[in-house]
T-cell receptor, first 115, second 114 residues
Framework: AQKVTQAQTEISVVEKEDVTLDCVYETRDTTYYLFWYKQPPSGELVFLIRRNSFDEQNEISGRYSWNFQKSTSSFNFTITASQVVDSAVYFCAYAGGTSYGKLTFGQGTILTVHP | DTGVSQNPRHKITKRGQNVTFRCDPISEHNRLYWYRQTLGQGPEFLTYFQNEAQLEKSRLLSDRFSAERPKGSFSTLEIQRTEQGDSAMYLC????????????FGPGTRLLVL
């Protein structure tokens, strides 16, 4: 069975610091997708990024960047120059197999950015 | 483009009562998913539909839970004889035909069973 592990339960940083959120996954699927979602205090899960298992190129979007390494089964997320508005719970998720019918989520990392 | 909407946003009920939640997916998204999230945990998959067909159900979905999507548009999730352990956030998501793996979530319905 697939498993997603986010070892960091909580991270606290001061504004403008860089922060990396770790995600490790386990799977026997050859084709799969990995995701990051943000859940602010309002509760709605916000889609941030999707990567497929054949594309290991790192991606940057503004202050966000993602590092996908198949060799270590990791998909880490870095926020550069963090801001108070980045405070939220961040979830890494996995979808695999032939139907991609469900997402398997990690436990989440609570990020608090202090002014 | 409006997002996924869920109603009600909050529900308080007494143990033993039945509750029903509604989810309206993003227009033209043919897949619709239900998840449950308890405090401090990631969402857990319950079930999903492709159009009106329910294609997968989790073992978490006991016989007290039933989900429908009768016309392939909105969906309802009913919990019969609620228990205190059913207290959770119930999340709905939808995904398009072109990218079925990418799910967009609604704001959730928070259920409290007293």
């Amino acid at each position: 069975a697939q498993k997603v592990t986010q070892a960091q339960t909580e991270i606290s940083v001061v504004e403008k610091e860089d922060v990396t959120l770790d995600c490790v996954y386990e799977t026997r699927d050859t084709t799969y997708y990995l995701f990051w979602y943000k859940q602010p205090p309002s509760g709605e899960l916000v889609f941030l990024i999707r990567r497929n298992s054949f594309d290991e190129q790192n991606e940057i979007s503004g202050r966000y960047s993602w590092n996908f390494q198949k060799s270590t089964s990791s998909f880490n997320f870095t926020i550069t120059a963090s801001q108070v508005v980045d405070s939220a719970v961040y979830f890494c998720a996995y979808a695999g197999g032939t139907s991609y019918g469900k997402l398997t989520f990690g436990q989440g990392t609570i990020l608090t950015v202090h002014p | 483009d409006t997002g996924v909407s869920q109603n009600p946003r909050h529900k308080i009920t007494k143990r033993g009562q039945n509750v029903t939640f509604r989810c309206d997916p993003i227009s033209e998204h043919n897949r619709l998913y239900w998840y449950r999230q308890t405090l401090g945990q990631g969402p857990e998959f319950l079930t999903y539909f492709q159009n009106e067909a329910q294609l997968e159900k989790s073992r978490l979905l006991s016989d007290r839970f039933s989900a429908e999507r009768p016309k392939g548009s909105f969906s309802t999730l009913e919990i019969q004889r609620t228990e205190q352990g059913d207290s959770a956030m119930y999340l709905c998501a939808s995904s398009p035909l072109a990218a079925p793996e990418t799910q967009y979530f609604g704001p959730g319905t928070r259920l409290l069973v007293l």
